[in-house]
């Protein structure tokens, strides 16, 4: 190749920020032999970008022959958070420069606003945070070489609403009709120790089933379920909704004219926090349901409870006693530095209250688009001087399965009181 390029972000190999941090970094490019160029030219960009289709039936009344027809339509959002765009060599006159063949160094930094989005890549629309690299040669296509970050935007549960502390409870009962016969409904109630959690953490599920109806329900599914809100701009203001499992169990049969009382764990994968109020065109939340597979010809009895994921767990603080299931004691301590493989030096967990936060191990996104594969950052008609697959890191923390509590271990701290390393575990 005659032109290699590469992006390196300063003592943050997996280029893992946190909102209103620098962002820094260096572009080194190798030039085999002597070109000519109008410009080299960093662009740092931060958006959300949403866009889906649908079918649309509608009456065709051209020449009086009102035929019905279908068509497609494209409805699409965009949502701006970083754009700046810097010369390292040449300017916007354009003027053609020759470049020598040689091995070129640029630095680069940026400020991140405070209040941006967690990245996050879904089926139907992402929040990305690129570093872009494009050689403006004339009379030629451009070249471009892109690298993505992730930002997390933290969410500490500590400073939410106080009703993500305390249990939470949901009841729900549904009765059969089968033409003139109507059947004693099934009684479903979960309940959850709190309303809040953080990636790595173990929802226990307390799941008390009655059913007094003549039919048997073949299984029983307690799921993690993330709703992705996508809210178009163009061609008009309209949303959709995309309902995920996360992490799903099963319990089995429940027989007619038979209780059940019972205890399923989810695990919470590393996933972005909720995200409500950060970006008006993608939205994330979180619900657990509890599912009962019933009769072909009815609807499914279920239940769901609204969960809080966050950055931050509850720290200093015994969560309450369900007087309807036991609820495991949360005492987050140090994570034990011991289980982490790999590190991520010098990058602060940062927390406004000046509270340690416990550091977290990064995995990469459960991602579900069909192939599982991390994203290819080069846009339609785009040529590419090379470019690295991107997933985005959300922070996992390392409780104990039992007690549901952090595991214990010796971590440092910087002088601002914050953790001053991070593990990293690679997962595909």
């Not at 497609?72 to 949502?79: A, K, N």
């Not at 958070?81 to 070129?104: A, M």
């Not at 059913?211 to 996508?230: A, P, T």
Request: one cysteine or more.
């Amino acid at each position: 190749m005659v032109v290699h390029c590469e992006i390196k972000f300063d003592n943050n190999p997996n280029g893992i920020y946190f909102a209103g941090q620098t962002l820094s970094g260096v572009v080194e490019m190798t030039v085999d032999k002597p070109k000519k160029i109008r410009g080299l030219i960093l662009k740092i960009e931060g958006y959300a970008k949403v866009e889906w289709q649908e079918t649309q039936t509608y009456t065709d009344h051209h020449n009086n022959n009102n035929q019905t027809r279908t068509r497609t339509i494209t409805y699409s959002g965009r949502e701006d958070y970083i754009s700046s765009t810097s010369y390292l060599i040449g300017s916007p006159q354009g003027n053609e420069i020759d470049l020598s063949p040689g091995q070129y160094r640029y630095n680069f930094q940026s400020l991140l606003p405070a209040q941006i989005p967690t990245s996050c890549e879904t089926n139907n629309g992402y929040i990305r945070y690129l570093v872009t690299v494009i050689l403006d040669r004339p009379f030629k296509f451009d070249l471009t070489y892109k690298v993505a970050f992730t930002v997390i935007k933290q969410l500490d549960l500590n400073y939410e609403n106080p009703t993500l502390a305390i249990p939470l409870k949901m009841e729900f009962s549904k009765t059969f009709c089968c033409w003139c016969c109507k059947s004693k409904p099934i009684f479903i109630a979960a309940s959850i120790e709190r309303g809040g959690f953080v990636p790595g953490q173990i929802i226990n599920v307390s799941v008390d089933i009655n059913n007094e109806s003549n039919y048997d329900f073949e299984d029983v599914k307690v799921s993690l379920k993330k709703i992705i809100r996508y809210n178009s701009q163009v061609p008009t203001l309209k949303s959709m909704e995309e309902i995920l499992t996360e992490a799903e169990i099963r319990h089995g049969q429940i027989k007619k004219y038979s209780k059940h009382n019972f205890i399923q764990q989810l695990t919470i994968p590393p996933v972005p926090p909720t995200n409500l109020n950060y970006c008006r065109v993608l939205n994330v939340t979180y619900e657990v349901h509890v599912k009962c597979k019933g009769p072909t010809f009815s609807v499914d009895p279920f239940v769901k409870l609204p969960i809080t994921i966050g950055t931050i767990p509850f720290h200093n603080q015994q969560y309450p006693s369900m007087p309807y299931a036991s609820a495991p004691v949360l005492t987050p301590n140090s994570v034990n530095y011991d289980a982490m493989i790999g590190s991520f030096n010098n990058t602060p967990n940062p927390n406004s209250n000046g509270d340690i936060a416990p550091p977290p191990s990064y995995f990469d996104a459960v991602y579900t688009e069909a192939n599982g594969n991390a994203v290819n950052l080069t846009e339609s008609g785009e040529h590419s001087m090379g470019e690295k697959p991107f997933l985005p890191l959300y922070p996992v923390y390392s409780f104990n399965s039992t007690t549901n509590t952090l595991t214990n271990g010796e971590g440092s701290s910087n002088q601002n009181g914050q953790p001053s390393d991070i593990g990293f575990i690679q997962k595909y």
